[in-house]
């Protein structure tokens, strides 16, 4: 089993940046894919950014390409989600998830709990 908690969300002005993390329990957090989703009042849940298990493979939304940036420390059970030049449009709940599989196309396993960003204009 593996417990994932988010954390690094907040209210910032657009143009600004945040840097959310996600930190795993469970040793065998490497063997996953890890994707970041997000959220918007009233919109589906949608893929923003994945990476693969051993952090060479990185994959965006083209509405977040340029601007943010997945990283992962297996050492540290951490996967990180750098988000530069923030607009409005980015306000959403962000989610961390394990995926099996491949990140586009696989199946998410595990959820966080999520974490609130709000981007003021």
């Known amino acids: 089993q593996v417990q994932l908690v988010e954390s690094g969300g907040g209210l910032v002005q657009a143009g600004g940046s945040l840097r959310l993390s996600c930190v795993a329990s469970g040793r065998t957090f490497s063997s996953y894919v890890v994707n970041w989703y997000r959220q918007a009042p009233g919109k589906e849940r949608e893929f923003a950014a994945g990476?693969?298990?051993?952090?060479?493979?990185?994959y965006y939304a083209d509405s977040v390409k340029g601007r943010f940036t997945i990283s992962r420390d297996n050492a540290k059970n951490t996967v990180y989600l750098q988000m530069n030049s923030l607009k409005p449009e980015d306000t959403a709940v962000y989610y961390c998830?394990?995926?099996?599989?491949?990140?586009?196309?696989?199946?998410?396993?595990?959820w966080g709990q999520g974490t609130q960003v709000t981007v003021s204009s």
């Open positions: 990476i693969s298990r051993g952090g060479v493979g990185t």
């Open positions: 998830a394990a995926v099996e599989g491949a990140v586009v196309g696989g199946v998410p396993r595990h």
